[in-house]
Structure formats: C-alpha cells, structure tokens
C-alpha cells in the first residue's frame, strides 16, 4: 500500500459542529504532516508529527487539534471553526530519511466548508 | 524567513518546444530544494529533489546558489507534462520539516 489516505473527502460544519478528519498510512513512515491549501493557493504547513510527537506547530489557532494515536494514523480535530477555514486539508507523510533526501506522499485531500 | 518565488503563474509551449519554470528561493542557510507536480485530479507528488541530481521524466533542475534559483527544464515538452508545478523549498538540516511552497505554475503544452 503506497497511499496516504484521507477521509472523508468532503466535509461541511457548522461553526459550533466538532469534527475529526482522518488520515492513515501504511508505509512505515514516521513523519506525518498536515498542510492547507486555500483556492488558487499552494499548501501551507500546520503540523508535523515525528514518531508520533508533535515537533512543529506553524502558530495554527487552537481550534485546530492534531492527534497522532499512532505511527499509522494522524488525525486533526476541528472545533469553532469560523468560515475562513474553509479550505483543502491535505495529509502527507515521509520516511525519515537524510536531509534533502525526504519525499512527501500527500493524501488526496479533504474538502472543507465551514459555515 | 525562508521565501519561494515562481514568476510565472502560467506558461504556455508547444509540444516538443523547450520548456524552463522559474523558481527563485530566498534562505540565509543551506536550503534543500524540491520540485512538486500535480497532475489534473492527482494528488501532489515528488517530481524530483535536488540533493539527488536525478532526471525524471526528461525534467532536470540545478541549484544556482550564487543566482539564488532552482528551475526546472525540460528539452522537448510533451502534451502530457500539463500540470501545475510548485517549487519548494526545506530549511536544511532536518531529515523531516516545514516545505515552504511556491506560488507554483500552471503549465500548458499545446499539440
């Protein structure tokens, strides 16, 4: 299995709702991350899990909560979203590998609404 | 702060023209650079890392630290290298780590 997978694909929340977006990989990889990625925009990292520990945080506002219960899975928990964070949450994972030598598998990606 | 900078948001060729993406970085240390494509409906995917000096599907990229670039080339484009591209780049040091993307450039090979 060479896929990171993401569900679900699609995800439309209200401002009060409480979610969870989900993300798996079964290629060993010990680094797993989460980007955003507005419309017409390139990702923007949130976080990057390393053996499941969170080692970087980009200053992302609390109402974002990501989880790594273990090295396959990554999850963000999504709670008061406000509209602005409508956007495409894409998981990716990598092997630990030497630098410059990293390659990112990203997910396909969940296609967030918040109204 | 590390920046990205792809000039172009779109580029246009004809089928077996050369084709260059631009890509311009800015970083105070050693960066690692890396070259993204996404295919229409594919999900982003390695195109090819500069560490490696690899060639991948025709495309070439070399670091220029003097010129500060690393853009991407490819002798003759074919129909199927239509995609959008982005340019990133990796504080270096880490085996793992923020990526910070480009704009990135939609390219076009026309028939």
């Known amino acids: 299995d060479t896929e990171v997978t993401q569900t679900p694909k699609h995800l439309v929340m209200g401002m009060t709702n409480k979610k969870s977006l989900k993300c798996e990989q079964h290629?060993?990889?010990?680094?797993m991350y989460w980007y955003k990625q507005k419309a017409k925009k390139p990702p923007e990292l949130m976080f990057v899990y390393s053996y499941e520990k969170l080692s970087i945080n980009e200053s992302v506002p609390s109402r974002f909560s990501p989880e790594c219960p273990n090295s396959s899975l990554l999850n963000l928990h999504l709670h008061a979203l406000q509209p602005e964070d409508s956007a495409l949450y894409l998981c990716?994972?990598?092997?630990?590998?030497?630098?410059?030598?990293?390659?990112?598998?990203f997910g396909s990606g969940t296609q967030l609404s918040v109204l | 702060a590390q920046r990205v900078t792809q000039p172009e948001k779109l580029l246009s060729v004809f089928k077996g023209a050369p084709v260059e993406l631009k890509c311009n970085y800015s970083?105070?240390?050693?960066?690692?650079l890396f070259w993204y494509v996404q295919y229409s409906r594919q999900r982003l995917q390695l195109l090819l890392r500069?560490?490696s000096r690899e060639s991948i599907k025709g495309f070439t990229a070399d670091l220029n630290k003097g010129e500060t670039s690393f853009h991407l080339k490819k002798p003759f484009a074919q129909e199927e290298d239509s995609a959008m591209y982005y340019c990133?780049?990796?504080?270096?040091?880490?085996?793992?780590?923020?990526?910070?993307f480009g704009q990135g450039t939609i390219l076009t090979v026309h028939p």
């Open positions: 970083y105070s240390g050693s960066p690692e």
């Open positions: 990716a994972s990598s092997p630990i590998a030497t630098p410059g030598n990293e390659k990112l598998f």
């Open positions: 990133a780049l990796k504080a270096g040091g880490t085996s793992y780590g923020k990526l910070t």
């Open positions: 290629m060993g990889h010990r680094a």
């Open positions: 500069h560490i």
